[in-house]
């Protein structure tokens, strides 16, 4: 499979704990971007990367909120002090031009 | 605060129908429009993309942009059953950082009853 991955695809967890999801890009790819979907809503954009340098964050991305991508390839995106607000859809996409691709996301349902 | 508006729907044609679904934005820059496709549960999926002003042709599906109007629209021929899922708008970021960073539309669910 040569598109985007994400693990895990489900997460539970309660109120309060750390969760950290994972994204593998198109192996070719510099650029990788994280967004958040709600039910009935289109995907919001949380941070990008271009290489190993996230070049932006968006306001909707609290302190409690953190992404890495340490070599330029894979990314991670931790959730501190999780709250019920956090309960989402997390996709990633990455890209070489402007074109996005999505990976399948990681649902994630706080308790 | 740049946004893109989509009528939510639904939109329910008959199969074989063309479905005509509709987006503006309110960014006069924005340079790169896209449409996704979303079928519930799952993440979209890349349908067209369009820089210029006109019309962009692929198989059953047609896209239009107007950008003296701030307008984009996907009409989508001989619809299929297999077509109803929620359509979504992107806009495109371009230059200085925010390379590439799209804004989306809520979305239109669009239904195509046999």
New interface residues.
Partial sequence: DTGVSQDPRHKITKRGQNVTFRCDPISEHN?L?W?RQTL??????LT?F?NEAQ??KSRLLSDRFSAERPKGSFSTLEIQRTEQGDSA?Y?C?S?L?????????TRLLVL | QKEVEQNSGPLSVPEGAIASLNCTYSDRGSQSFFWYRQYSGKSPELIMFIYSNGDKEDGRFTAQLNKASQYVSLLIRDSQPSDSATYLCAVGDAGGTSYGKLTFGQGTILTVHP
Avoid at chain 1, 40 to 45: C, V
Avoid at chain 1, 98 to 103: N, S
């Fill in positions: 650029r971007y967004y009935g809503q289109g995907p919001e954009f990008y271009q070049l932006e859809m996709l996409a890209s031009a402007l074109t996005q691709y999505f990976g399948p996301g």
